[in-house]
T-cell receptor, first 116, second 114 residues
């Protein structure tokens, strides 16, 4: 079955530091990959996505590249802000059809705290 | 994208009671899902809400405990039945506006069972 593995957290950084959150996956076929963010007390928001190999998703200074050869989709940001403090979830959806179609598989989430 | 609302946003309930959570979308969507997020955990899919027919449940979830309705393409309900403290979680609905599109999430319902 499909699975997503994220780096262990929590991650604590100072403002303007470089961020990497690792994400690797196992899936049949060619899944679409996502990063969702959950700010304190809120629901999930889509941060970025990539639908095929070598695609780069980007939003709000965050980037992630779909690497089929390493089955990875690592999240990066060059300079984090206090407002980036949140829980980040890597996820995939299978595009193979059948009973798995449309169902998101999530990683365990990584808590990011950014200090001034 | 789609604008999704959930009611209630939070509730505190007594053991043994039931709570129905509503999910309303501002446009017709092809797929609707219900997820559970237990405290400090990731999201787990409960079921796919099928319009006009019985929901499709994931392993570990059953209709008697989590009955789901989806009477049309913009609305669904999830009921958490005979609640226990272990049901304390955030329950989120999500939608896929059309086949192949991105999945969007509602704001969630934070449930505490005493």
């Amino acid at each position: 079955g499909n699975s997503v593995t994220q780096m262990e957290g929590p991650v604590t950084l100072s403002e303007e530091a470089f961020l990497t959150i690792n994400c690797t996956y196992t899936a049949t076929g060619y899944p679409s990959l996502f990063w969702y963010v959950q700010y304190p007390g809120e629901g999930l928001q889509l941060l970025l996505k990539a639908t095929k190999a070598d695609d780069k998703g980007s939003n709000k200074g965050f980037e992630a590249t779909y690497r089929k050869e390493t089955t990875s989709f690592h999240l990066e940001k060059g300079s984090v802000q206090v407002s980036d403090s949140a829980v980040y979830f890597c996820a995939l959806v299978s595009n193979a059809g059948g009973t798995s179609y449309g169902k998101l598989t999530f990683g365990q989430g990584t808590i990011l705290t950014v200090h001034p | 994208s789609a604008v999704i609302s959930q009611k209630p946003s939070r509730d505190i309930c007594q053991r043994g009671t039931s709570l129905t959570i509503q999910c309303q979308v501002d446009s017709q969507v092809t797929m609707m899902f219900w997820y559970r997020q237990q405290p400090g955990q990731s999201l787990t899919l409960i079921a796919t809400a099928n319009q006009g027919s019985e929901a499709t449940y994931e392993s570990g979830f059953v209709i008697d405990k989590f009955p789901i309705s989806r009477p049309n393409l913009t609305f669904s309900t999830l009921t958490v039945s005979n609640m226990s403290p272990e049901d304390s979680s955030i329950y989120l609905c999500s939608v896929v506006p059309r086949r192949g599109a991105t999945q969007y999430f509602g704001p969630g319902t934070r449930l505490t069972v005493l």
